[in-house]
């Protein structure tokens, strides 16, 4: 994988000291860029998503799209992977909930370069579990045109920073 950055402003905690109360309602971030090659579609298809319309030139050719293009769990992969380096916790990441909806509008083709733009839509302590909270997101994934290629809305339950006192 590609060696990626901020483009842009970046949160002022790094990952290893970022907690519930650095994710900021409203904040916008981006990351980039990944470049995509046939050779990466094919090797992903091959293992996780055999369609022609991912694994045969020839077919994909005469297809929908006139060309190979890659997978949306594949999208979703480099997606997560970017999510994972610049945006979650690596000390107060707890898990994820789930995603509330999962959109691939356009597709990602062989030369694309993505970059991942991320937008925070809410933050709010847990009701239940006062030593975390919920952050829900909006993740875009954008090519090299400005196509969002994936549209994406997870939740994660994040720590909240420990106080001096250790609670």
Known sequence: MTITRALGEDFAAPTGD???EDY??????????????????????RRFDPQPIHIDTGYAETGPFQGIIASGWHTSSIMMRLFAVHFLSSV???????????????PV???DELR????????????SKPN???VRTRVELLNQDDRVVLD?????LVGRRP?????
């Open 152 to 156: 994406v809305h997870p939740m994660n």
């Open 92 to 106: 107060a990441s707890l898990a994820s909930p789930g995603v509330d909806e999962l959109r691939w509008p356009a």
């Open 116 to 127: 991942m733009r991320v937008t925070i839509i809410e933050a709010r302590p847990s009701r």
């Open 109 to 111: 083709r062989p030369g």
């Open 163 to 167: 106080t001096v006192n250790g609670a």
């Open 24 to 45: 900021e309602p409203g904040a916008t971030y981006e990351y980039g860029y990944v470049s995509v090659t046939e050779s990466d579609i094919l090797e992903f298809a």
């Open 132 to 134: 975390r909270g919920l």
């Open 18 to 20: 970022r907690y519930f």
